[in-house]
């Protein structure tokens, strides 16, 4: 069974341009999470994505949005970026909401210069 | 005062020995309690969750859980140089908008 994957890995941006990040959950899988991680702040909830709707949001400005798909896969997108937004970005998925057990993919390392 | 706080570490134990590793919250309301590994340069992944008070153990591992005094603890026995990483507390809090809050992450170093 394929873990959790996303895409990039890797991603070098300049300020003030968008970047769209890609997470495919695990097979059977329907509830989304994203995460930013930075050595300062580690781990910090974004959003929640469960059967196509945000059923959860983090405390982060407007510029960073997401959405699901009908087959689960989901994207997150940040705007006009900013040096700050350099981070590690993580998607996990559970089967749904309630489950206690999410699994991470490896996350997509953004450097914004 | 961060909602979920860990000591940073490095938290440094001979090979063999127990770690034990701390975690406290501020949300008295705070239902489940999770803790995962990090290996450097790889993605979280899930060591353990309790919810209720006392002790639960899986293997070597050992989760505790006080929510009078609002802490949660993670105890590994008989350590390994495999289990160096660092150890991510999260917490899940009650109500409507159940969203995980982290700590910070305590660095563990097991010494052959």
């Known amino acids: 069974k394929a873990g959790v994957t996303q895409t990039p890995r890797y991603l070098i941006k300049t300020r003030g341009q968008q970047v769209t990040l890609s997470c495919s959950p695990i097979?059977?899988?329907?509830?989304v999470s994203w995460y930013q991680q930075t050595p300062g702040q580690g781990l910090q909830f974004l959003f929640e994505?469960?059967?196509?709707?945000?059923?959860n949001k983090g405390n982060f400005p407007g510029r960073f949005s997401g959405r699901q798909f009908s087959n689960s896969r989901s994207e997150m997108n940040v705007s006009t970026l900013e040096l700050g937004d350099s981070a590690l970005y993580l998607c996990?998925?559970?089967?749904?909401?309630?489950?206690?057990?999410?699994?991470f993919g490896q996350g997509t390392r953004l450097t914004v210069v | 005062q961060k909602e979920v706080e860990q000591n940073s570490g490095p938290l440094s134990v001979p090979e063999g020995a127990i770690a034990s590793l701390n975690c406290t919250y501020s949300?008295?309301?705070?239902?489940?309690f999770f803790w995962y590994r990090q290996y450097s340069g790889k993605s979280p992944e899930l060591i353990m969750f309790?919810?209720s008070n006392g002790d639960k153990e899986d293997g070597r591992f050992t989760a505790q859980l006080n929510k009078a005094s609002q802490y949660v603890s993670l105890l590994i026995r008989d350590s390994q140089p495999s289990d160096s990483a660092t150890y991510l507390c999260?917490?899940?809090?009650?109500?409507?908008?159940?969203?995980?809050?982290w700590g910070l992450g305590t660095s563990l170093a097991v010494n052959p």
């Open positions: 097979s059977g899988h329907r509830s």
């Open positions: 996990a998925s559970r089967r749904r909401q309630g489950v206690r057990e999410a699994f």
């Open positions: 994505y469960f059967s196509e709707t945000q059923r």
């Open positions: 999260a917490v899940r809090r009650a109500g409507n908008n159940r969203k995980l809050i």
């Open positions: 949300d008295r309301g705070s239902q489940s």
């Open positions: 309790i919810y």
